[in-house]
């Protein structure tokens, strides 16, 4: 009995074992998936938060993205906007060129112009004539800016006297008078004051560039002469001296009309002096004077001239 009792008592005490410890595994295996569940979660959370920072830092990097392409296309439009006047400002390169070309041209036109001529004059009355000495005061008045076809119109105002040569005539007073004394040389100086308008063609307006250093020009214009004769031819005839007032001096009315050529002393180059070359014009001039009283007689000069 003694026997069998233990025998149970161990079967028991086994079977009491073999209960107890897939109990007691079960409960440590349920402690350890507890805590490794909790990192799990943990490290799900941290991730979720990490991933939330990504949509963030995404977004605002799309923001950006999206304002720099904004940025992006209204510079597009401006540099569209620029290409236009830039392409219109080529086509009119020629025409601002032409205009600054006037501009310089019109910059180195002297308005002003004072000179003088020198040259030989016939005489009026029939008297031998003599060298010519003058002065004028030219301005510009109209161009063709102003509506002058191919050139430009000046006003001028010129005083100058004819020295005549000698006469050796009996029909002199002093010869009258005496006549012991025979023919006496007389002679006549005629002085002159012409305000004249005149037009230039220029041929640079014309096309003609290399050409617009020459200016030919025409004149015309009212006049006044004071004949000054040495001593007054006082017989009537077809002389020297003829139809002369009877008197020392002469004055008459009348007209002027002529032709001339200015030449810009420009076209030389040479840099020591050429400010001065850009000022000095000169050229040859022919003018007719026709008095009221029917006398008339030619004028040949050349003439130099200085430009402000």
């Not at 002469?225 to 002469?250: C, E, Q």
Request: net charge negative; glycine share 12%.
């Amino acid at each position: 009995m003694n026997t069998c009792g233990k025998f149970v008592a161990m079967v028991v005490m086994a079977t009491e074992i073999a209960v107890w410890m897939p109990a007691a595994a079960l409960a440590a295996g349920t402690g350890k998936l507890s805590a490794s569940q909790r990192a799990l979660e943990a490290r799900l959370e941290l991730l979720e938060k990490q991933n939330q920072m990504l949509e963030q830092q995404n977004r605002t990097i799309q923001s950006q993205v999206s304002a720099q392409k904004q940025e992006i296309d209204a510079l597009k439009q401006q540099m569209q906007g620029t290409v236009q006047p830039v392409a219109s400002l080529q086509q009119d390169m020629p025409k601002l060129k032409q205009q600054v070309s006037k501009i310089e041209a019109k910059q180195s036109d002297l308005p002003f112009e004072v000179g003088f001529r020198t040259g030989w004059g016939e005489s009026p009355y029939g008297m031998p004539g003599g060298l010519f000495y003058g002065a004028y005061l030219n301005h510009r008045l109209l161009d063709h800016d102003d509506g002058v076809p191919g050139g430009f119109v000046s006003g001028e105002l010129m005083a100058g006297v004819i020295m005549g040569n000698h006469a050796v005539t009996s029909a002199n007073l002093a010869s009258i008078l005496v006549p012991a004394l025979g023919s006496q040389s007389t002679w006549i100086d005629t002085v002159e004051i012409q305000p004249t308008v005149q037009y230039h063609l220029d041929p640079g307006l014309l096309g003609y560039e290399n050409l617009s250093w020459i200016k030919p020009y025409v004149l015309a214009g009212p006049a006044m002469w004071i004949g000054l004769m040495s001593t007054p031819v006082v017989v009537k005839g077809k002389m020297a001296g003829d139809n002369f007032r009877h008197y020392d001096a002469n004055f008459e009315g009348g007209g002027v009309f002529g032709l001339g050529t200015e030449l810009s002393l420009s076209v030389i180059k040479i840099p020591a002096i050429q400010g001065i070359l850009d000022k000095t014009f000169v050229g040859p001039e022919w003018r007719y004077n026709q008095m009221a009283n029917g006398q008339g007689f030619n004028q040949y000069s050349g003439s130099i001239g200085f430009g402000w």
